[in-house]
């Protein structure tokens, strides 16, 4: 019987190599700044093209499910790219590799309007899309490997910006470009935050030299195995609610195939010298907690965003200019929230598992409070429910990444972020196939029990026929949205449950006396 190589090699084939740590100081600051900013650009670029789809479609000629191969192609290439972006930024210097990403980001944004035609447009958001999807493991391996112990949770804080803050921007900055400016602008938007991202990480990170040894152990087979897998899963998730799922060929062969290359990965992962993923990593129980308990977080994050979009949208018309306050009552107060909660975590006494169970907890208060929605409700009878996410959000996810990182060796930090950053792209994927599937279901049922039940209704004549289709409509877009509300907020308290058995009490990092 051949025997397994030892995870040994993958733990010390890098810290020989490793570069030395860099002094702390104001260049740093504001290279890791340039570095969030790339991170949230990419973030808010993709959830603005996705708001104005509509408004690119029409300028641009193209179908509705034209539209839904543009979203599926981006995304998946930008899942995929998180899996592979620390290797890369490794072998190739986590500088030098930063700024050919943003830079590749920034023209592709600038060319995609021009695109002659469908495919060409498709292939320009995809390299996109790539580059993209590279950047936000840059952003957790700068403030692992560079910031000092005392703060390094107001790192991870701006990390988590891209969790709590930069989604909520998406459906503002469409409003502003598409209304006032023209759809070319969601695209081109990017431009001046790239160009200052590209400057501040230039003159602020440390060149590191190149490591082009690592490529005599190249993992060449995980690549190949890999990147179709997380593509192909992707895809399929996107497209699965548009084409029934499982009734079609193309999403079994999508999600079937992705599964049997993933696996395949997987066990190629555990051997390997110098992998991509380091499965042994899954033995550390915060690291496993942080990454299962990651998915439902994202998955209610999604959810208390798209639930009242939608139904604002559809019941009362609202376009994207009147959600936008909405979205900024959470967004724009992040910004205090998150270091207030950085700076509760610091304290040694704060057992940051508790800190993230009233997070879940609020936020299951906050749906609970959603499920009573009625037809009659409009923005400001949101307000409540945007209050209490406000403080919900940082507290559910910040935890998370300390949890995650904080009982790893500082060699385990490309590894850590491979892991947190694909499973976080993947589940925020997986989260919105769940959410469209359960909006289909439970329209579908509250549309059949309304229509039986007027269909016998003595009272219905043809003087109240006109205006019953809308009404109807809006009774049951308010009833589906009640039962997402509802069963958010159980997949809020089901994460409390996970807390007293898995996770161990980690304490803020400090420095070593």
Same mark, same amino acid.
Request: hydrophobic share 60%.
């Given at each position: 019987?051949?025997?397994?190589? !030892? ?6 084939? @890098? ?38 789809? !509509?408004?690119?479609?029409? =300028?641009?000629? /193209?179908? $509705? ?10 995304? !998946?290439?930008?899942?995929?790219? %998180? ?17 050919? %990403? ?77 209304? /006032? ?19 501040? $990480? @230039? ?12 490529? =005599? ?29 499982? @009734? ?73 200019? *009147? ?18 909660? @950085? ?38 009878? /949101? ?12 507290? !559910? ?11 790893? =060796? ?26 469209? =599937? ?36 809006? *009774? ?38």
């Amino acid at each position: 019987m051949t025997a397994v190589p !030892a995870p040994l090699p993958m733990a010390t084939a @890098a810290p020989a190599a490793l570069p030395a740590q860099t002094a702390f100081g104001l260049r740093l600051v504001v290279g890791l700044c340039g570095v969030l900013l790339a991170v949230l650009i990419s973030g808010i670029n993709e959830n603005v093209t996705k708001v104005a789809l !509509a408004d690119i479609r029409g =300028a641009m000629g /193209f179908s $509705v499910d034209d539209g839904s191969w543009i979203i599926a192609l981006y995304t !998946a290439m930008s899942v995929s790219a %998180m899996a592979f972006a620390p290797w890369c930024a490794v072998t190739f210097s986590l500088r030098r590799f930063a700024m050919v %990403m943003i830079g590749a980001f920034m023209v592709l944004g600038v060319v995609c309007p021009f695109a002659p035609d469908l495919p060409s447009f498709l292939i320009l958001r995809a390299l996109q899309g790539l580059a993209g999807g590279a950047l936000p493991p840059l952003l957790m391996s700068v403030a692992l490997r560079f910031l000092p112990p005392g703060i390094k949770l107001y790192g991870l804080a701006g990390y988590a910006l891209t969790a709590t803050f930069g989604p909520s921007l998406g459906t503002p900055m469409a409003a502003l470009w598409v209304e /006032f400016v023209g759809w070319q602008w969601a695209f081109w938007q990017i431009v001046p935050w790239c160009l200052a991202a590209l400057g501040m $990480v @230039a003159w602020g990170l440390p060149q590191d030299p190149l490591r082009l040894e690592r490529f =005599a152990q190249f993992n060449g087979v995980g690549l190949a195995l890999g990147f179709p897998a997380l593509v192909m899963l992707v895809i399929g998730l996107v497209q699965g609610p548009r084409l029934e799922w499982f @009734a079609s060929p193309l999403i079994c062969l999508l999600l079937g195939g992705g599964s049997g290359l993933l696996a395949l990965f997987l066990y190629n992962e555990w051997s390997h010298p110098l992998p991509f993923f380091k499965l042994q990593l899954l033995a550390n129980r915060n690291l496993s907690y942080a990454l299962i308990t990651l998915g439902g977080v994202l998955f209610v994050l999604l959810a208390v965003i798209m639930i009242p979009s939608s139904f604002l949208a559809k019941v009362q018309g609202y376009r994207p200019l *009147q959600t936008a306050p909405m979205l900024l009552w959470v967004a724009l107060p992040q910004l205090i929230a998150l270091p207030l909660v @950085a700076t509760l975590l610091n304290q040694r006494r704060v057992d940051s598992r508790w800190v993230q169970a009233i997070g879940l907890g609020l936020l299951a208060l906050a749906c609970g409070l959603g499920a009573q929605l009625t037809t009659e409700w409009h923005r400001d009878n /949101f307000a409540w429910l945007q209050v209490i996410q406000i403080i919900a959000q940082p507290m !559910a996810v910040l935890p998370l990444l300390l949890l995650a990182t904080g009982s790893l =060796a500082p060699t385990d930090g490309p590894f850590a972020s491979a892991w947190f950053n694909t499973v976080k792209g993947f589940a925020a994927v997986l989260a919105g196939g769940v959410l469209e =599937a359960v909006t289909t279901v439970r329209s579908h049922l509250h549309s059949t029990v309304l229509v039986d039940r007027i269909g016998n209704a003595p009272w219905l004549d043809a003087s109240t026929a006109p205006g019953l289709g809308a009404r109807l409509h809006a *009774q049951v877009v308010a009833l589906t949205s009640a039962d997402l509300y509802l069963i958010v907020a159980w997949v809020a308290v089901a994460l409390i449950a996970l807390i007293p058995w898995l996770p161990t009490r980690i304490h803020p990092p400090r420095a070593v006396a």
